[in-house]
């Protein structure tokens, strides 16, 4: 229902008209906003799924063969073998924007590109139990990575989503059916004055053709 403060006046009726279609033109592109980052999120959601099912795979398999490896060698053998890494893995985090959220981008640099320098120990005393061990976790880390870059714009996505559906339900329940009673008010109180104005300038012309008559019966 339109507020009772509010002035039905001409000016007032241009101004809130104004409003409404800025209203639907906004309802429009946080729709299409809203849409396209379900699309994109979907997408991604998809992608986290498949990625997350290959990773614990691949920690599952890691774990296995570091299982089998500590039961061929010594405790102290293990430990020392994988006391000093010889590899190592600069991890930088850029943005996207994806649809006016920032989403993270990761990007890995190795300190050497020889593959076989994520052994860090010499082959003599350790089993080839421990070397795939080593290998299957290596091989894990990009996926790793990438999981933990799509989880996280799932959840900014997710939040941006929200936020979105939050502003298109105000603007479709609240704001515009507002401003629409808001018009349809002004409307129908600009008709009743016009009226008002009518009545009244037909009322005065009655009393002066009447006072007319009067005046020429007397003379």
Known sequence: MASTQITP?????????????????????????????????LDLARENMALRQKVEAGILAANKNFVIARAGMDEATLHTALMAPKQQVSLEVGKKNVMSVNIPVFDTKTRTADANDIYSYGFAFTSSDLDGAVKSLADILPDMLRLAEVE?????????????????????????PQAQETIKYITMKLDENERSSQIRLMKVKDMMLEDAHHYSERA
């Open 9 to 41: 006046t001409r000016m007032e009726l241009t101004k809130t008209k104004k409003k409404l279609v800025t209203a639907r033109r906004g309802h429009k592109l946080l729709k299409d906003k809203r849409d396209e980052l379900m699309r994109q999120f």
């Open 152 to 176: 996280k714009a799932c959840q900014l996505m997710a939040a941006e989503i929200e936020k979105t559906r939050r502003r298109v339900n105000a603007l479709e329940h609240v704001i515009i």
